[in-house]
């Protein structure tokens, strides 16, 4: 079992930063890869980010350049670091694991934290 916890959502505004954490429990936290996802109000949740076991990275395109996915094995930590933000990035962000190569499906992700926030205001 793992469980998250996400921290660090709030309101910026656009051009702002900001950095969500995601706090794993269990003790396989390193080999699994770990997501972001988000979802708008009345949209499907969508990809952002992922970091596989060994580090690779993948990104949508909407967030290419703008947002860094990081994680500390040792910590039992996933960030998102988002730059640039623009009023389209407004979402709950939801970190997510699964034992899969850094997917961008929701579907292949076991566990799930409860969400956190992110408004930007332009």
């Known amino acids: 079992q793992v469980q998250l916890v996400e921290s660090g959502g709030g309101l910026v505004q656009a051009g702002g930063s900001l950095r969500l954490s995601c706090a794993a429990s269990g003790r396989t936290f390193s080999s699994y890869s770990m997501g972001w996802f988000r979802q708008a109000p009345g949209k499907e949740r969508e990809f952002v980010a992922a970091?596989?076991?060994?580090?690779?990275?993948y990104y949508a395109d909407s967030v290419k350049g703008r947002f860094t996915i990081s994680r500390d094995n040792a910590k039992k930590t996933v960030y998102l670091q988002m730059n640039s933000l623009r009023p389209e990035d407004t979402a709950v962000y939801f970190c997510?694991?699964?034992?899969?190569?850094?997917?961008?499906?929701?579907?292949?992700?076991?566990?799930w934290g409860q969400g956190t926030q992110v408004t930007v205001s332009s």
């Open positions: 997510a694991a699964g034992r899969n190569d850094g997917s961008s499906r929701p579907v292949l992700y076991d566990y």
């Open positions: 970091i596989r076991w060994n580090g690779s990275t």
